[in-house]
C-alpha cells in the first residue's frame, strides 16, 4: 500500500491550503473530502438551474493576500472583486446607509447624526489600531505563555513589543477592547441607535453571543482585519462565488502534484503506539502516513474520528467543553430580478453593499435572548448581499442571486432536532422580514434553500454549523485556541496536527491557519519553510 | 440635508453659480464633500493675483461652529492653549487645539463675534470632541457651516475693493480684527484674516446674498486685478507664510492609527500660542512634561540651495562624518516672489535650530530620467514672506 | 495657614475610614467629612421600622482584606462566621453549600464542586495580592510598577503550567459555561452563577462572569460572616480607630464641591457654607460623582472627562427589607437555618433569564434573591420574637425605561416577596413592615451614582489598569492634590477597604516624592 508523506483531512479552504502548502514544499500529499464536490463551506453549488449559490460563506477579506500571492491563486481562477456601501432600513419607514466614499458615508451618517458623523472618524482610527495590532500576528504561530521555549519567549515578547509600542494610553484603551462588549465599545463614541445597531452586527455575526456579551468588540476586530488590496475592512466578491476560492486553492494543490480524493469522508484516524498511521475511510479504505492533518474542527476531529483511548483523559474533556455553537443560519435565493426596495432613492449604489433590517440595539440583544431560548431569532439579524449584483457569473442575466446570514439560529430547537415544518418556518420568518421593506421581493423569489445549523453541519461538516468552528471569546483565542496547551497547531498524539479554523487565528476564510499549520509541520520535518511571513504593514 | 441629496455626488458651494463662470479647467478636489477648484485659470497666474493684485478664495466648505451661551469663554479657553480672555469682542485669535497627551487635533480661527459669542473656524470638524469638552459647560454648539458662506479676498489691492465696495472704516481694521457691516439687509462680517500671509481680508455672509456678494465685489475690483483663485494658488501662498496644513504638516491626533505620528503645538513651533499661565487647558499637563523633557519632533522651515523642489525628501544632518536621517519635508515649492527654493519639514530634535545648516536629499525627474542631489539647507525663522503691507493699518490704497 | 488640614477625606464610607484612619496613623493631619448623620456609608445599620434594623445596603462581609485588618489592628466582632449557603429548592430539596461542599450533591458534582473551590480559591489567592497594591502602570512608569508586573507574570507561572494555562483560559470566560461543564445539579448551578452576577450588569452568561466571581471570593475566601449589630459594626469600628488614630470626623456635612485653586485641589465647601483647606483631597464617593459634580468638568482635560462619563454605573440591585413578627415557614428549612444564606436562584438559566430585562430597561418579574435574616443571631436589631428579612433582590435596573415612581417601587417590591412567597407561603401574614430601596434609592440615600454597589461596573474592562478608567489607575487624579479612595478605582467594590488602603499607601507615597 502507497504510504503518503501526509494526509489532509477535509478539502474546505484550510485544508486544501494546507495541503497545497505541503505540496508546494516537495511532500506527497492526499487531501480527503467526504463530499464528491470540494470547498466545505467555502462553496458554490448549482443547486437550481443556472444559479450558482455561495450557499455558506459568501463574502470575502479576511483571506491572506500572502497566502493568494505565495500559491499564485490567480493563475487558478481566483478573482476577489471589492463592493462597497451597506444600509439598514429602519422600522420607520428611512434607513441609514454607508458608501465606499468617505464624504458621501459622512453625510449619509450626519442626516442621522452630526455628532456621530463626526466621531466615526476617531472610531476607525480606533479600530483600525486594533486591525494593525492583529493582523501582525495573523500569520505567526501563537506563542504558549506558560513556556521557557526560545521561540515563544521570542513570540511572546514580539507581541508584547507590539503592544507596548502603542504607548501607555491606547495600551490600556487596547486591553477595554479586548474585554468590552461591543455595545457598550459603540456607546463611547455614538447616539444614534440606528447607527450603533448598523454597526454592532460585526461584533456577533457567527458568535453565540449578544452584541452586549463582553469579548463582542473583539469580534467585530475579526470582520475588520481583513482588507481587500490593502484596503483594510474592505470586503470583496470571488467571482464565480466562494468557490472559485476553494477551486483555486485546489488547482494550486493538484498544480504541485497533490491528489484529491473525494466522496468518502474519514471515519477514523489510525493511531498505533501514540503515533499516527493514516486514516480509515468510511468507504473501508485505508489510507496510509505518518502524518495526518485535521482541517476538521476540533469536535469533530478527536471525538468522532478517534479512538478515544488514544486520547489524554483531560485533552479528551477539553475537547468535549470546547465551544462550538451553531448561532446562525443562512438561506440561499434565486431571483427572477432584482427586488426594489422603496425606501432607497432610485439606482442607489447601496444595493452593491449589504443590507440589514435592525435598526436598534434593543432589537439585535432581543434576536440573541431567542437563541439563549433554543429557538431562532423571531425578529433576526439578516446580512443580506444579492453577489450577482457584482458578479455576473451567479445567476443568468437580469436574475439574481441572493445570500441571506441570519443571525440566530440555534443547532436544536429547545434541545431538540429540527422539524422541516420548523425549517421551513425559519426561512418564512426571514423572508418576511425581508418583505417588509421590499414590496415585490417575494414575487420575484424562484427557489429558496433554508439552511439551519443542522443541515451545514450535514453537508459542510461543521460542528454545530459554527462558521467559526468554535466561538471567538477570550478563551478560545491565541494562545488558548482551541485547546491551552495545542495551540501550535500539533494534536495530542505524534504526527497528527490540526488546520482548521478551530486554530489561531481562527474562522473566515482566511487559511491563516492552514499557512501556519503548514509551517509547523514543515518545521518538525526539517523541511524548507515555502510559507510566507506577513507582509508587515508599516 | 434628505436622503435623496446624500447621494448627488459633489456638494456646490452658495459662490457655485458664480465661479463655474470662471472656470475654465473644470479641476476640482473634494473639500469635506463639496468641489472646491484646483485652479480655475492657471495656479501660477492665480498665485501672482494674490502677490500682486487680489485673488478671491471660496471659503464656504470650511467647517464653522457657532459657540454661545453662559460659559462660551469658559469653554473655549479650556478648550485651546492660548489665553481666551485676551480676545475681546471684534478680534479673532488663531488657536491649536489638544487631545489630553498634548498632541494637536487641530488648528482654527476663532472670531470673537459679540460679547460671549465666538465662530470656531476649522478645517476639519469636530463636533464630536467639541461635545465632548462641553460636558460641564453651560455652552451651545451650533454647526453653521452651510449656514455662512465666505470668501478670502487676499493681495495688495484688497484694502481698495474693500473701500470700492463701500466699507465705510475699513482704513481702521486691523489684523485680527473683524467688523459688522451691512449688505443688502444682511449682515456681511469682514475680517482681516487669511492664509496667504499678504494684506487681505475674509467675507462671511448669509448664503442667500452670495451671489450678490459676488457681484458686488468683481464690480469693486473691476480696475484692480480681481480674479478667482483655486486650492493651487492659495497653497503656495500658504508655504511661503510658513503656515500649518492638516495632513501635512501634522495629522489630527485622533486620526493616527500609529504611535508617534502626531505632534504637540512645540513640536509644530506653536509654543507662542500655549499659554501655561492658564491653570487648565486640554493637554496641559502633558506639555507642561514635554517642555520639562524636551519635544521630540521639530517644525523647520528650510531655504534650500539650488531651485530643485524638495516634495517628499529626507532631511539629514552631517553628524561625525556621516549623514543622519532626521526627518523628512512636508511642503516645498519654488517661491516664485522670494527666488527661493523653500520648504517645510519635520526634524527631530535636537537638530533644526535657525541657522542650522541641513542636507535634503532631493530626487527630480526631467524627461523620464530621475536625478537625485543633496542640497544644502539652513533653517530660517519666521515666514519666508512677510511683507509690511501685511500689518499696515490702514493700509495702503492701491 | 493654621487650619489647613494634609487630607480630607470625602465620604466616610468604609473605604474612605480606612484611607482616613491610615494617613491619620501616618501622622497627617485628617478631616473626615460625612454627608449622613451616621458613617458608614453604603456600609451602615440603620432602622427601618418602630425597632427594627437593618444593614441597609450591604449585609454580609466576605471581602473585608486582612491587611487592612493588620494595618489598623481592627477586629471585627460577628454575630455568625463562616455561614452556609442555602440554595432553595421550591420543592423543599435545599442544598446546603459551605466551603466547597454541599449536602445533597452527586459524587459526580461533590467531586466537582471540590475541585472547582479548590481552583477558584487558588485563583482568587493570586488575585488578591493585586487587590491590594496599586495597578501597576503599564509604560512610563516607576521601578515599583515594573517589579510589579513582573510579580504578576511570576506569580501566574508559579501556579504550574497547567494551572497558568487554566487561569488564562477562565479569566475571560463566563461562570455559566464553566458551571454547565462542571455540575448537573441545577441549584448549585444557580447559586454559583448567582454569586458571580450580584451587584452587577451582566448575566451569567455574559463573559467576565468568573472575574467577577474570583473577585468575591478574593477576600477570605468567600467565607461569608455578619458583623455584630449590622455593617455599622465594621465602620463604627473603624471610624474608631480613625479617631483614635488623631482624624477628625464630621458627620451631616454633605460636601458640595471640591475647591480647586490654580489647577490644584486644595479643599471643599460644605452644603452649609463652610470651606476646610487641605493639601490633599481624596474622595471616597464614586469618581463620576467626584468629576463630575464635585470638581465639575472645567477643572479638568477633555479625554479625562469623556472617560469618566463613559464609567457604566447602570446598578442593578435593590434592597428589600421586612420586619417580621416571626420566622416564616419554608418546607425543608429548620429554624436554625435562618442564620445562614438563602439564594433564590434554582437555576443558571434563570439567572440569566432574570438579567435580560435589565438590558432593556425593565426590572425582572422573578428576580433572583440573596436572603438572611440578621435578628437570628443578632437581638439587637429586632424585638424579641421578632424578625428582620434583608435580602438583595436582582435584576432591577437604574435606568428603569419609565424611570422609578412608587408604583414601580412597589411593583418591585410585590415581584420579590411573590418570590419568597413561592418558598415562604406565609410570608406576607408576617410582615408588620417593608422597605424597598431600588438602585435610584440607594443612589439618593447614599449618594452612589447609578446606585451601583461597585461605584461603577465590575469587569474585565474597568479593572486593574483601566479602574476607574485608562491613565488614572493610580489613586491620583490628573488634577493635583485629588485622589480618589473608593469602590470606584481597584479593585472595585464590596466591604473590603482594599481601595480605601491603597489609596492611602499611594497618597503617603506620592506626596513624599512631591
Redesign the interface.
Known amino acids: 500500500m502507497k504510504t503518503y508523506d501526509a494526509i489532509v483531512v477535509g478539502a474546505g479552504h484550510n485544508g486544501l491550503a494546507n495541503a497545497a502548502f505541503l505540496a508546494k514544499a516537495g511532500l506527497d500529499v492526499v487531501c480527503i473530502e467526504k463530499n464528491d464536490y470540494i470547498g466545505g463551506a467555502t462553496v458554490s453549488r448549482n443547486l437550481y438551474k443556472d444559479w450558482y449559490y455561495s450557499n455558506c460563506s459568501y463574502v470575502c477579506s479576511l483571506l491572506r493576500p500572502e497566502i493568494f500571492r505565495a500559491l499564485e491563486l490567480h493563475k487558478h481562477g481566483l478573482q476577489v472583486t471589492p463592493y462597497g456601501g451597506s444600509c439598514t432600513f429602519m422600522e420607520n419607514g ?2 441609514y ?1 454607508s ?1 465606499p466614499d468617505h ?2 458615508t ?3 451618517m ?2 442621522h447624526s ?6 466615526y ?2 472610531y476607525s ?1 480606533d479600530v ?2 486594533q486591525c ?1 495590532f492583529i493582523r501582525d500576528f495573523l500569520l505567526t504561530t501563537p506563542p504558549d ?2 513556556s521557557l521555549k526560545p521561540k515563544d519567549l521570542r513570540n511572546l515578547a514580539k507581541i508584547g513589543g507590539k503592544f ?10 487596547t ?2 477592547f479586548w ?3 461591543v455595545a ?1 465599545y459603540l ?3 455614538f447616539e444614534s441607535d440606528v447607527i450603533k445597531a448598523s454597526l454592532s452586527g460585526s461584533g456577533i455575526i457567527g458568535t453565540a ?1 449578544g452584541i ?4 463582542t468588540a473583539y469580534v467585530l476586530l475579526h470582520h475588520y482585519m481583513g482588507d481587500v488590496d490593502g484596503n483594510v475592512g474592505a470586503w470583496g466578491y470571488a467571482r464565480g462565488g466562494m468557490g472559485a476560492v476553494a477551486d483555486a486553492l485546489c488547482g494550486a494543490f493538484q498544480g504541485y502534484g497533490g491528489e484529491l480524493r473525494a466522496g468518502s469522508g474519514v471515519d477514523q484516524i489510525i493511531v498505533k503506539n501514540g503515533k499516527v498511521r493514516g486514516v480509515a475511510l468510511e468507504n473501508g479504505d485505508e489510507i496510509s502516513s505518518r502524518i495526518v492533518v485535521s482541517g476538521m474542527d476540533v469536535k469533530r476531529t478527536f471525538l468522532k474520528c478517534m479512538d478515544r483511548s488514544d486520547l489524554d483523559e483531560e485533552f479528551y474533556n477539553r475537547v468535549r ?1 470546547f ?1 462550538i455553537r451553531g448561532s446562525s443560519g443562512k438561506l440561499n435565493i434565486a431571483l427572477d430580478g432584482l427586488p426594489t426596495f422603496p425606501a432607497l ?1 432610485e439606482n ?2 447601496v444595493m452593491d453593499g449589504d443590507l440589514h433590517f435592525i435598526d436598534s440595539m ?1 432589537r439585535m ?2 434576536a440573541y ?1 431567542d437563541w ?1 431560548e433554543g429557538t431562532w431569532s423571531k425578529d433576526p439579524y439578516i446580512d443580506m448581499t444579492i453577489p450577482s449584483f457584482t458578479d455576473p457569473t451567479m445567476a443568468p442575466p437580469g436574475k439574481h442571486f441572493m445570500s441571506c446570514f441570519i443571525q440566530y439560529c440555534p443547532p436544536l430547537v429547545e434541545g431538540r432536532e429540527w422539524t422541516d415544518e420548523e425549517r421551513d418556518q425559519f426561512g418564512e420568518t426571514c423572508i418576511e422580514q425581508i418583505a417588509r421593506f421590499s414590496p415585490d421581493f417575494k414575487d420575484l423569489i424562484l427557489h429558496v434553500e433554508v439552511r439551519t445549523p443542522k443541515e451545514i453541519e450535514n453537508e459542510a461538516g461543521l460542528t454545530e454549523g459554527n462558521i467559526f468552528h468554535g466561538e471567538l ?3 478560545q483565542l491565541l ?2 485556541r482551541p485547546i ?2 495545542y495551540a501550535q497547531y500539533r494534536g495530542p498524539v505524534a504526527g497528527l496536527y490540526m488546520c482548521g479554523s478551530s486554530t489561531h487565528p481562527g474562522g473566515g476564510v482566511m487559511a491563516a491557519p492552514a499557512a501556519n499549520a503548514a509551517r509547523e509541520i514543515l518545521s518538525d520535518l526539517k523541511r524548507s519553510n515555502v510559507v510566507p511571513e506577513n507582509f508587515g504593514d508599516d | 440635508m434628505s436622503a435623496f441629496e446624500v447621494e448627488q455626488g459633489k456638494l456646490r458651494t452658495p459662490f457655485w453659480p458664480k465661479t463655474r463662470a470662471f472656470d475654465r479647467l473644470s479641476e476640482s478636489h473634494d473639500w469635506k464633500g463639496y468641489a472646491s477648484a484646483d485652479a480655475y485659470l492657471e495656479g501660477g497666474l492665480e498665485y501672482f493675483a494674490i502677490r500682486n493684485s487680489t485673488g478671491v478664495f471660496d471659503l464656504s466648505p470650511m467647517t464653522k461652529y457657532r459657540i454661545s451661551g453662559p460659559d462660551s469663554l469658559a469653554f473655549l479657553d479650556r478648550l485651546v492653549t492660548r489665553d481666551m480672555k485676551k480676545i475681546r469682542p471684534g478680534r479673532v485669535a488663531y488657536a491649536v487645539w489638544c487631545d489630553d497627551q498634548g498632541q494637536v487635533i487641530d488648528d482654527g480661527t476663532i472670531f470673537h463675534l459679540r460679547d460671549g459669542e465666538y465662530r470656531v473656524c476649522s478645517q476639519e470638524r469636530h463636533l464630536a470632541w467639541f461635545t465632548a469638552a462641553a460636558i460641564g459647560f453651560d455652552v451651545t454648539i451650533d454647526e453653521e457651516t452651510t449656514r455662512v458662506a465666505a470668501l478670502a479676498v487676499q493681495g495688495p489691492t484688497s484694502f481698495s475693493v474693500m473701500q470700492n465696495l463701500g466699507l465705510d472704516g475699513i482704513e481702521n481694521l486691523k489684523m485680527f480684527g473683524l467688523m459688522h457691516f451691512d449688505f443688502h439687509g444682511e449682515e456681511l462680517m469682514v475680517s482681516r484674516t487669511g492664509f496667504t500671509g499678504d494684506l487681505g481680508y475674509e467675507l462671511w455672509i448669509a448664503p442667500g446674498k452670495a451671489e450678490a456678494l459676488w457681484d458686488a465685489l468683481f464690480e469693486a475690483g473691476k480696475f484692480l486685478g480681481i480674479r478667482p483663485i483655486g486650492t493651487y494658488a492659495l497653497e503656495m501662498a500658504r508655504i511661503e507664510a510658513g503656515y500649518l496644513a492638516p495632513y501635512l504638516e501634522f495629522i489630527p491626533a485622533e486620526e493616527t492609527v500609529r504611535t508617534g505620528r502626531s505632534r504637540s503645538p512645540f513640536e509644530l513651533g506653536l509654543d507662542w500660542l500655549v499659554d501655561f499661565s492658564k491653570p487648565v487647558f486640554n493637554g496641559r499637563r502633558a506639555l507642561a512634561d514635554e517642555q520639562r523633557r524636551g519635544s521630540t519632533w521639530r517644525l523647520v522651515k528650510l531655504d534650500i540651495e539650488g531651485n530643485k523642489e524638495a516634495h517628499h525628501s529626507y532631511v539629514y544632518a552631517r553628524k561625525g562624518g556621516r549623514m543622519i536621517n532626521i526627518g523628512f519635508i512636508t511642503s516645498a515649492m519654488w517661491s516664485p516672489v522670494c527666488k527661493q527654493n523653500i520648504a517645510l519639514g519635520s526634524v527631530k530634535t535636537p537638530h533644526g535650530k535657525p541657522g542650522d545648516t541641513l542636507w535634503v536629499e532631493i530626487y527630480y525627474q526631467r524627461e523620464m530620467h530621475w536625478s537625485r542631489v543633496m542640497a544644502k539647507a539652513t533653517v530660517v525663522d519666521g515666514p519666508f514672506w512677510d511683507p509690511p503691507r501685511r500689518r499696515a493699518t490702514p493700509p495702503a490704497p492701491a | 495657614m493654621a487650619d489647613r488640614y494634609d487630607a480630607i477625606i470625602i465620604g466616610a464610607g468604609h473605604n474612605g475610614l480606612v484611607c482616613g484612619a491610615l494617613l491619620a496613623k501616618a501622622g497627617k493631619k485628617v478631616l473626615i467629612l460625612e454627608a449622613q448623620e451616621q458613617v458608614g456609608g453604603a456600609a451602615i445599620t440603620r432602622k427601618f421600622a418602630d425597632g427594627f434594623s437593618v444593614s441597609a445596603c450591604a449585609h454580609l462581609l466576605y471581602q473585608l482584606q486582612p491587611q487592612v485588618c493588620k494595618d489598623l489592628d481592627l477586629s471585627i466582632d460577628t454575630v455568625a462566621d463562616d455561614m452556609a449557603t442555602i440554595a432553595l429548592d421550591s420543592a423543599g430539596q435545599h442544598l446546603r453549600i459551605r466551603n466547597g461542599a454541599a449536602t445533597g450533591l452527586n459524587d459526580s458534582d461533590a467531586r466537582q464542586l471540590h475541585a472547582f473551590h479548590k481552583r477558584m480559591a487558588r485563583f482568587s489567592e493570586l488575585l488578591r495580592t493585586y487587590l491590594n497594591k496599586t495597578p501597576p502602570r503599564l509604560a512610563n512608569g516607576t521601578k515599583t510598577d515594573v517589579v510589579t508586573l513582573a510579580r504578576l507574570g511570576l506569580d501566574m507561572r508559579r501556579l504550574g503550567r497547567k494551572e497558568m494555562r487554566a487561569f488564562l483560559r477562565l479569566i475571560g470566560m463566563n461562570i455559566y459555561d464553566e458551571v454547565e461543564e462542571r455540575f448537573e445539579n441545577p441549584l448549585l448551578k444557580g447559586a454559583i452563577s448567582l454569586d458571580a452576577v450580584l451587584g452587577t450588569h451582566l448575566g451569567p452568561r455574559s463573559p467576565n462572569t468568573i472575574l467577577t466571581y474570583l473577585y468575591r471570593l478574593a477576600g477570605n475566601h468567600g467565607k461569608l460572616s455578619t458583623p455584630t449589630g449590622g455593617m455599622s459594626g465594621v465602620t463604627e469600628a473603624l471610624a474608631q480607630r480613625a479617631r483614635d488614630s488623631g482624624a477628625t470626623l464630621r458627620t451631616s456635612m454633605p460636601v458640595k464641591r471640591i475647591v480647586v485653586d490654580n489647577g490644584r485641589a486644595t479643599g471643599v465647601e460644605t452644603d452649609n457654607g463652610e470651606t476646610f483647606s487641605s493639601w490633599i483631597v481624596a474622595s471616597n464617593a464614586d469618581p463620576k460623582t467626584t468629576i463630575m459634580q464635585l470638581v465639575t468638568p472645567r477643572y479638568l482635560e477633555t479625554g479625562f472627562v469623556r472617560r469618566i462619563d463613559n464609567i457604566r454605573m447602570r446598578g442593578n440591585a435593590a434592597k428589600l427589607h421586612l420586619a417580621l413578627d416571626g420566622l416564616p415557614v419554608i418546607k425543608g428549612i429548620d429554624k436554625k437555618d435562618f442564620a445562614e444564606r438563602m439564594l433564590i436562584a434554582p437555576d443558571a438559566d434563570y439567572v440569566e433569564r432574570a438579567f435580560n430585562p435589565a438590558k432593556y430597561g425593565e426590572m425582572s418579574a422573578d428576580p433572583v434573591l440573596e436572603i438572611t435574616v440578621p435578628s437570628f443571631r443578632d437581638p439587637s436589631l429586632a424585638p424579641t420574637g421578632k424578625h428582620v428579612l434583608s435580602a438583595i433582590v436582582q435584576y432591577a435596573p437604574y435606568g428603569l425605561r419609565e424611570g422609578w415612581s412608587d408604583a414601580a417601587r412597589d411593583t418591585l417590591m410585590n415581584h420579590a416577596i411573590d418570590k419568597i412567597a413561592a418558598y415562604a407561603p406565609d410570608i406576607r401574614q408576617r410582615i408588620i413592615a417593608a422597605e424597598m430601596l431600588t438602585p435610584a434609592d440607594l443612589e439618593s440615600e447614599f449618594r452612589i451614582g447609578g446606585g451601583h454597589w461597585h461605584h461603577g461596573e465590575l469587569a474585565l474592562d474597568a479593572f486593574l489598569f483601566t479602574r476607574p478608567v485608562s491613565g488614572a489607575a493610580q489613586y491620583a487624579m490628573p488634577l493635583d492634590g485629588l485622589y480618589l479612595c473608593g469602590a470606584g478605582t481597584h479593585p472595585g467594590g464590596g466591604i473590603s477597604g482594599a481601595a480605601g488602603r491603597n489609596a492611602a499607601r499611594a497618597i503617603l507615597d506620592r506626596e513624599k516624592t512631591t
Open positions: 428611512d434607513y446607509a458608501y464624504e458621501v459622512y453625510r449619509e450626519a442626516r452630526k455628532h456621530d458623523a463626526d466621531a472618524v476617531r482610527a483600525m489600531r494593525r505563555p506558560t507596548f509600542e502603542m504607548g501607555e494610553d491606547r495600551m490600556y484603551e486591553i477595554r474585554t468590552m462588549s457598550e456607546d463611547e463614541y453571543l452586549h456579551s463582553p469579548g467543553h465551544k432613492p442607489s449604489p434593543e440583544e432581543r435572548d439563549k471569546t477570550m478563551d494562545f488558548n491551552p496547551g
